[in-house]
Nanobody
Framework: QVQFVESGGGLVQPGGSLRLSCAAS????????MAWYRQVPGKQRELVAS???????TYQDYVKGRFTISRDNAKNTIYLQMNNLEPEDTAVYYC????????WGQGTQVTVSS
């Protein structure tokens, strides 16, 4: 069973940057399409970005040019570099397989506020 542990969130001012990390257990990690999702209270969890085993990346339009997803299979870890953050990016961020997410981790809170 693959498990995910997200970290790197925090409070940042608009225009600031954060780098999120997601450590995964399990030897099959390198085969998985992985993604970052986010959720705000009262709304459904939404896909932000995904990355295939071959490093093909896709992004939602509202983060294109600002966020970069990457992975390090040797470390069973994926990352989300977030630049030029906006208040609308405030959410709990999660990583998981895509599609067909497995058990969800605790997520990491990102708050963008002045």
């Amino acid at each position: 069973q693959v498990q995910f542990v997200e970290s790197g969130g925090g409070l940042v001012q608009p225009g600031g940057s954060l780098r999120l990390s997601c450590a995964a257990s399990g030897s099959i990690f390198r085969l998985l399409v992985m993604a970052w999702y986010r959720q705000v209270p009262g709304k459904q969890r939404e896909l932000v970005a995904s990355i295939t085993a071959g490093n093909t990346r896709t992004y939602q339009d509202y983060v294109k040019g600002r966020f970069t997803i990457s992975r390090d299979n040797a470390k069973n870890t994926i990352y989300l570099q977030m630049n030029n953050l906006e208040p609308e990016d405030t959410a709990v961020y999660y990583c998981n397989r895509h599609p067909g997410p497995l058990n969800w981790g605790q997520g990491t809170q990102v708050t963008v506020s002045s």
